[in-house]
């Protein structure tokens, strides 16, 4: 943990950022059951998926037939290539299949440590546009992030799930958990059959520490909300659509593990537009035609043209999913603030974790960290957590306990929730079913890296306030508080880093 952690630091260190990339902190990861009473053994519990990083850029490579991984970041307006870079920390293995669509449920099938989850796109910078049916919704960021005890700052608060008997069938009704805003997302669902196709290596079918796997599978997927509004098609056994309407092509995808700084990247290079798409095939550019698999290319600019003549007579629910698509450019002029082709504009949201050893009549997934920019705590949405989150919180006991919201009907100081696991509430800190002191006690706790505006999360200015702090011998630094600066000082902040007080 010590040597990702100062891998971590290392790469936030000023001159290392650039548009279209996004931290989490290490060591914030969480278990959140689903299961009926949350107590179902988990996949390893003592190493759940911890997510820390996500780099969403423009590409270019040299030999994008050959090793479309190496190359350079493409900062135009205008991309061929788009390269995503997912970081965890730890070993995490590729996902397996967790008993969807006719699958077997095989969660471990490539090593004993899997990850799960899902990564959101809003293209648009429109959260009222994207979304999802109600059942794949329920599976995704809206209807779960609350569980980490934290809403994000300055979003769509009002979508997301935060009590109990909130995910009803109905479109209309409040939260409206289904409408993302994401057009598009990495999905490592456990719903399709990921196939290896070069183990860099001993080919013993295990990723293990070290590992640089070359795989395939439907990792970056449009939002199915538009499947009403499509005119896509093709065979899903060619590499066209699972389901028709939906716009998930098979694409390659790159697993691997360093050890010295114990990571683990999921890397993705797809293709932008057609031109994007001939280069890794080394082929001529075919012209968007609404069809993938067999030959047939596919792009993020084919699967958005779709989207914005179907929405000129999209109805009822799939207009409001379609949103303002039918009057997008995807091509607008230069340095015009909405540019759905160009990734650096993309702003993005996570949801990770793993699954259980034996398969559940009532959960699928277990969460186990949230990114970016919620703050452990933070119920009332400011982006910190303080005192008012406590009030907050004590606010909700005193006006529900012993309602119809309290399952034990007593006026305890407590709010006891009904189905604790599939249900739960944004309230409930420690996660163990009751909303009560205790959750307001841990508002209490200290985050010693937390060293500069916005109070409550660790982020880039945390990193910048030490570094500064300790290079000036600014008193700030000395986190050991022995009056010396020294390398137990920058241990000291990279542990405190390390733990986190974000989700």
Do not use: K
């Amino acid at each position: 943990m010590m040597r990702s952690a100062a891998a971590l630091l290392l790469s936030l260190l000023p001159g290392a950022a650039f548009a279209g990339t996004h931290v989490d902190p290490a060591g914030d990861a969480l278990i959140r059951r689903t299961d009926a009473g949350a107590d179902a053994a988990v996949i390893d519990p003592a190493n759940p998926p911890d997510l820390v990083g996500l780099e969403v850029t423009g590409w270019t490579s040299p030999d994008p037939v050959g090793d479309r991984y190496t190359g350079a970041v493409d900062n135009s307006e205008s991309p061929d290539l788009l390269r995503i870079v997912v970081t965890f920390d730890g070993l995490v293995s590729p996902p397996g299949t967790l008993g969807l669509s006719g699958l077997p449920y095989d969660p471990t099938r490539f090593g004993p440590t899997p990850v799960f989850g899902f990564i959101e796109f809003n293209i648009d910078d429109e959260v009222d546009s994207g979304g999802e049916s109600r059942a794949v919704a329920l599976n995704r960021y809206l209807a779960n992030a609350a569980r980490f005890g934290a809403l994000p700052p300055e979003t769509d608060t009002e979508r997301f799930v935060t009590w109990p008997g909130q995910t009803d069938s109905d479109f209309e009704s409040d939260p409206q958990f289904e409408r993302t805003g994401a057009e598009f997302s990495i999905a490592l669902c456990g719903c399709w059959d990921l196939v290896v196709l070069d183990e860099g290596g001993p080919a013993d079918g295990v990723f293990d520490a070290g590992d640089s796997w070359i795989v395939s599978g439907r990792f970056l997927e449009r939002a199915q909300g538009f499947d009403c509004l499509s005119l896509i098609f093709g065979n899903a056994g060619d590499g066209g659509p699972s389901v028709l309407g939906h716009y998930d092509p098979v694409t390659e995808a790159r697993f691997s593990h360093d050890v010295q700084s114990d990571v683990t990247t999921l890397e993705i290079v797809f293709p932008i537009t057609p031109a994007g798409a001939a280069m890794l095939t080394g082929e001529p550019v075919q012209p968007i035609d609404f069809t993938f698999g067999g030959g047939n290319h596919f792009s993020v600019e084919e699967a958005l043209t779709d989207v914005v003549i179907g929405a000129e007579t999209a109805t009822g629910t799939c207009d409001e999913l379609a949103g303002d698509w039918d009057e997008i450019d995807l091509h607008p002029p230069a340095g015009f603030p909405v540019r759905p082709l160009d990734p650096s504009t993309w702003t993005a949201r996570a949801i990770i974790g793993t699954s259980y050893p034996q398969q559940q009549p009532d959960a699928t997934y277990v969460w186990t960290d949230v990114a970016f920019g919620s703050v452990f705590g933070d119920v009332d949405g400011d982006g910190s957590a303080d005192e008012g989150d406590a009030d907050e919180i004590g606010s909700q006991i005193q006006s529900l306990d012993g309602s119809a919201m309290d399952a034990d009907g007593t006026v305890d100081g407590r709010i006891t929730l009904a189905g604790f696991g599939p249900a739960f509430s944004l309230y409930d800190l420690d996660y163990d079913g009751v909303v009560g002191p205790d959750d307001i006690a841990l508002l209490g706790e200290t985050c010693e890296a937390d060293l500069a505006e916005p109070f409550g999360v660790l982020d880039l200015a945390d990193i910048a306030a030490f570094v500064t702090g300790f290079i000036g011998q600014d008193p700030i630094a000395d986190l050991t508080g022995d009056g010396v600066l020294d390398l137990a000082d920058i241990t000291a902040f990279i542990e405190a880093f390390t733990h986190g007080c974000s989700s």
